[in-house]
C-alpha cells in the first residue's frame, strides 16, 4: 500500500491514496485525493467537511440495471484519545455509464460534520467493494480553534468550478454553488485559481467600519510576492464574512508557490493570515522561456565571465538545494552562455512577471555586502574575503537589510556574574552567601534584528562577533529558525566570566531584540 501525506494548510490537509493489494482481473488499483477543511457558524458553532476526489478509470464497475456504476465503501471517524466522538461509514457510487469504457472522468464526495474545538484523530479508511485491495487507511490530525468572539479565518479552498446556486446543497455557499479543487498540483490546463474562505469575528477586534482582503501569490522559497497577482478587496466587518476572488495564472511558469490571503486593518497591520502551498506545472510558459534568446534579456548584458560567476554564486543563499547543487557545478565550468541562461531561469522563476526588476534589487544586495563585509585574510597576502563569502554577507543576502543593528566594540557591564561568596554575618556571626558582580568585558559584536522572516516568527535576532578583534565576524548565534544556535553563546562572548545558565545585558539585549 503506497500513502502520501501532504500537509497543505494549517488546518487543511490533502493525501493522496493509492491502494494495492492482490488486485483484480484488470489490476486496477483504487486512487483518491482527500481532504478537509475547517469552518464557523455563529448559530451552531465550529464544523469540518472532507472532500474526496476519486479517478473512475481505477475503479471496477459493475453492471447496475442497463449501466455501469463504481462503488466506494468509505469509513470516517473521529476520536479524542481513547473515545471516537464521531463515525460515519456510507457507500459512494459513481456516476453511471453506458459502458466500462466511458470512464475517463474524476467525481467527488463532500461531507459536512458538526464538531467541537479540539485536537482530535482523523481516520479515513476507503476500498474499492468491486475489487479484491485491502482498504487503504490514512490518518492524521484535526484541530478546530473557532469561539464567539475570537477574530479566525477558516480554511481556504481553491475552487474547479463556481455557479450561481439554483437549489440549495452542500456545495452552496454565498448564492454560489462551489466545487471545490481538492489537489495542490495545478497543470497548463487551469488557467486561474478560484478561491473562498470565511473571516470571523473580526468586528470584535476592530471598530473600524471595513477592514480589507488582500490575496495574491508568493514564491514559496523566497517569499516574493507576485505583485501582478495581488487584489485587494474592502469588507464591512461583521460576525462572518465570505471572500471568494479568482487570481489569474495562464502565465505563471512552474514552481512552487503559496496563495496567501491577509487580512489588514485601516492602518495596513496584518490581523490575520493563511497560506496554501501548491505546485504549478506550466512546461508552456517554460518552452517560451526556453526559446528567448538570452541576449534580449537583462542577463545577455552580463558578459563578464569572472564577474558572472560571482553573481550566480552569490545566489547560493536564496537558492534551493537543487539549485546550489548546480550553481557549485556551473561556476567551474567554462562557458558563459548557459550561466547567463541559468541566471535568467533564475530569476524568471522567482519573478515571472519582472525578473529584470528582481534580480537588480538582489544586486543591490551583493554591491551592499561586498563594499561593506569584505576582509582581508589573516596572512595579509594581498587577497581579500568577499563580503559575499562571510557570515554577515550571507544572512544580508538571504534576509536583506535587518530593521535594527547594536555595533559594539567594546561593551562593558556591571552585572550579577553567577555564584557568590560567603562571609561571615554580623548576627550571631553566621555567614551567608553575597552575589558575585563585577565588570563583564564583551568581545566585540553586532545584534541584528528581523522584524519579519518569511516562514518564521516575528522579531529573530543574530548575533555576529569579532573573536580575535581582527574586523572579520563570524555568527555565533541566532533564534531563526535553520541557522545556528548556541546556549553558550553569551559565555564564549565575554570569556566565561558568566557561569552557566546565567543571562547577562547583552543576553537580555538579545531577548528584547536591541
Known sequence: MKRILILTAAVALLWTATAAGSGDSDGKHLTAVFSYATFYEPSTGSYFETYLSFDAWNLNFVKAGNQYQATVEALITVSLGDSIVLAKKYDLGSPKIASPDANRFNFIDVQRFALANGIYDLKLQIRDKNGDDEPTVVEQQLALYYDTKRPALSSVQMMSNVTPTETPNILSRSGYDMEPYINDFLPEQVGKINFYCELYNINHETRDQYVYAVSFIEVKETGKVLESTQSVKRLERGPIIPI????????????????????????NDIMLYKRLPFFRSNPQVEAKLNQTPVSMTFAGTLNDEAQLNEYIEALAPIANEVERRDIYDIIHRPGIEEKQRFMYRFWVRREPLNPDGAWLEYKQRIDYVNANFTWPRADFDGTKTKGIHTDR??????YGAPDFVRDEKNFVSMRYMGGGVTIQGNNNLQPHDVPKQGQIFYLPYQLWRYNNLPGDDANRCFIFWDEFRSGFYKLLHSNARGEVRDSMWERRLC????????VGEVGEQFERGY
Do not use: A
Not at 511558469?253 to 496567501?260: E, T
Not at 570569556?495 to 546565567?502: A, D, F, I, S
Open 393 to 398: 554577507g550571507r544572512v544580508y543576502l538571504q
Open 244 to 267: 471568494f476572488s479568482t487570481i489569474d495564472i495562464e502565465d505563471l511558469p512552474s514552481g512552487n508557490y503559496n496563495l496567501v490571503v491577509e487580512i489588514r486593518n485601516h492602518d
Open 495 to 502: 570569556g566565561q566570566q558568566l557561569e552557566e545558565n546565567v
